[in-house]
């Protein structure tokens, strides 16, 4: 060992021996003071005793010293379950405080000491212990003794939890909101789905409960009366009486038992508005506070609606139209308009005016009255309004392959296919409301697609196909006896024919065509019960089909699809049983169509819904603006209205209203 290194050891060994001999001199003193968390004691079922001795005093003055503790480990002053304040301290040695609540048995917590002086804090080392549970919670009073849902009640005490969120505190069965809360007092809001007139406070900590032994009660409202006594949506009411709260948002009132709001609150009187959702005409009239209900004696009465003008008489469906007037609904929703029978969708409301869409769907008639129906009440419009659609819809059949026939003007169909089943039964439709209903029934076998023709007063049916067999019977319905007569078989040239034909009637005989062979044109002279056949038709284009026809004067007018743009039509003369062909129709080969006439003019609808007019003085055609839907069916004249009919779907085409 050289000679500088043993000089450095004999000097560090002389300030080690002064250093432990400091006490005997004046050396500085640390400015902090010195605390040492002991072991906890008197552990037991009731608590636990936390312990701090104090080794040193610092400069400054403790303003403040305690204990926090927790269930993990390094607890703080920001985080802790559970905080103890003591206040100022001057003496050494030992300060402890007996914890006697927010303790679970057979849990492990962590506990320091802590002391303050006004510029910082400062904490002791941290221990532990096992504790064996703590004592129940005291209530000893709670402030004030009565009020309403939302007020802040003051629950005094012991052995309450510093921390909120580990006190249940509970008005009856509801839970209460905790505020604030420390070992004796903990302050909380009354829970606002109280029923009763009173309830017990319990509070729990730490899975121990107690109960006051007062209750607290719920203040009943009263309802001396309220102006005025009618009105209509969003109007402002005064309510008077007493028990109101002056909170506006404590005060629950009901028109029945739609909520409306609440303008402005006193513990005497109420201003609200008329709920937008009130539904009838009288409305009773209540008033919560403190979950206590008071009801007023005298009805609320809703005005009727008045309707005073329409913005137009005539319009199309699908257009938007103005309904002026009073006492309707701001709230689109709650108001309907009828237009017959149909509910229009409503763009927009206020309480003098609805604007509305006139809705598509299935009418009794064009002209019709509009209805505002509002609550239970209902307002008519003085007026009538008028569709100025050229079609409009009406109640539909569901059947497929049908035939029928006009009888004092009322029209009669039947047989055909409904969801795959062939049909016996013929149904008649009611103009009037719009409804069919049976008629009578087939003798015969059900089918669907037969020819048929009315002559006189006779209705006659003959073939169609059932799915399997095509039938050659031949049957005549009398309009008079309204009876069926089945006769004579039909010629050996209409069997096989699988419903493809286009029948029809001129000048009292009944004539048919098959689709699938036109050389083939028949007709029917009644009063011989024969068949004759007619002269054949010369197209042009292989594969075409005659699909529709409609009579102008005493001339036929025949339909062909051909699968081409341009699609054929001929005119037949009965007298010289002559066939000319005339202009073609010029459309996308479309196949099924409807066809009648009107006031000379003819209509054919393809199955495309496009309408087209021909007429005959020109040998033009044109195509009308609306279209249907349409597939497949036949059609009707009534009162010189085209009926038209395809499954699923009916359908009025009014010539005065033609576009």
């Not at 606002?192 to 899975?207: M, P, W």
């Not at 699938?516 to 284009?541: L, R």
């Not at 000319?580 to 003019?601: C, V």
Request: glycine fraction near 8%; proline fraction near 4%.
């Amino acid at each position: 060992m050289n000679k500088f290194f043993r000089h450095s050891v004999y000097l560090i060994l002389v300030i080690a021996a002064v250093l432990l001999q400091c006490n005997k001199y004046e050396f500085p003193k640390s400015p902090y003071p010195l605390i040492e968390t002991l072991a906890v004691s008197n552990i037991s079922e009731t608590g636990a005793t936390l312990v701090c001795n104090l080794e040193q005093l610092g400069a400054k003055p403790i303003v403040n010293h305690g204990f926090v503790w927790g269930a993990k480990k390094n607890v703080s002053l920001s985080n802790y379950r559970g905080i103890i304040n003591l206040g100022s301290l001057s003496a050494l040695g030992e300060f402890q405080k007996e914890i006697k609540s927010d303790l679970l048995k057979d849990s492990v917590y962590f506990v320091k000491a802590f002391i303050s002086t006004d510029t910082y804090t400062m904490l002791g080392n941290e221990v532990s212990f096992e504790s064996s549970g703590s004592a129940a919670p005291i209530i000893s009073s709670f402030f004030p003794k009565e009020g309403t849902w939302g007020d802040t009640v003051t629950v005094r005490g012991k052995y309450f939890s510093s921390n909120p969120k580990r006190m249940l505190v509970k008005f009856g069965t509801f839970n209460s909101k905790v505020i604030t809360s420390s070992d004796s007092i903990v302050k909380c809001i009354v829970p606002d789905n109280i029923g009763d007139e009173s309830v017990k406070i319990s509070v729990t900590v730490s899975g121990k409960t107690t109960q006051s032994i007062n209750s607290y009660a719920l203040i009943r409202p009263s309802i001396s009366g309220f102006f005025p006594t009618t009105g209509t949506f969003n109007d402002v009411v005064t309510i008077t009486g007493s028990g109101f709260s002056s909170v506006k948002e404590w005060n629950v009132v009901k028109f029945n038992q739609n909520l409306a709001e609440v303008i402005e609150a006193n513990s005497t009187s109420l201003r609200v508005k008329v709920p937008a959702l009130v539904k009838e005409r009288e409305n009773t009239i209540s008033v919560t506070v403190r979950l206590k209900t008071e009801q007023a004696i005298a009805k609320f009465i809703i005005l009727t609606p008045i309707i005073s003008s329409i913005s137009v008489s005539s319009a199309l469906i699908g257009e938007t139209i103005a309904i002026e007037g009073n006492n309707f609904n701001p709230i689109t929703t709650e108001n309907t308009v009828l237009f017959g029978d149909l509910k229009a969708e409503i763009k927009n409301a206020t309480k003098t005016n609805l604007l509305v869409e006139i809705p598509n769907g299935i009418y009794r008639d064009r002209v019709l009255k509009i209805k505002v129906k509002v609550t239970d009440q209902e307002a008519t419009a003085t007026n009538f309004f008028t569709l100025k659609n050229s079609w409009i819809q009406k109640q539909a059949l569901p059947a497929d392959g049908m035939v029928g026939f006009l009888s004092n003007n009322k029209i009669l169909l039947g047989l055909g296919l409904t969801f795959n089943t062939v049909n016996s039964e013929f149904l008649e439709y009611n103009s009037v409301n719009n409804s069919w209903s049976p008629a009578f029934v087939f003798p015969g076998s059900g089918r669907f697609l037969p020819f048929s023709f009315l002559i006189g007063d006779y209705f006659y049916v003959g073939s169609g196909f059932d799915g399997s067999t095509t039938f050659s019977d031949f049957w005549r319905y009398s309009l008079i006896s309204k009876s069926w007569e089945e006769i004579a078989e039909l010629p050996e040239e209409f069997s096989s024919r699988n419903g493809k034909y286009l029948s029809f009637t001129l000048n009292g005989r009944g004539y048919i065509i098959f689709g699938d062979d036109p050389s083939n044109f028949w007709e029917y002279a009644p009063s011989t019960g024969s068949w004759t056949k007619k002269s054949d038709i010369q197209w042009g284009a292989a594969g075409a089909v005659p699909l529709s026809s409609f009579i102008l004067g005493n001339t036929l007018y025949l339909y062909f699809f051909d699968n081409s743009s341009s699609n054929l039509f001929y005119s037949y003369n009965q007298a010289t049983d002559t066939w000319t062909s005339k202009t073609e129709i010029n459309l996308d080969g479309t196949y099924n169509s409807a066809s009648f006439s009107i006031g000379g003019f003819g209509y054919l609808v393809l199955g495309n819904g496009t309408v087209h007019k021909y007429d005959p003085a020109l040998d033009s055609w044109k195509m009308l603006e609306e279209t249907i839907v349409f597939t497949t069916g036949g059609s009707f004249v009534v009162n010189n209205k085209g009926y038209v009919w395809s499954p699923g779907f009916f359908w009025e085409f009014d010539p005065n209203y033609e576009r």
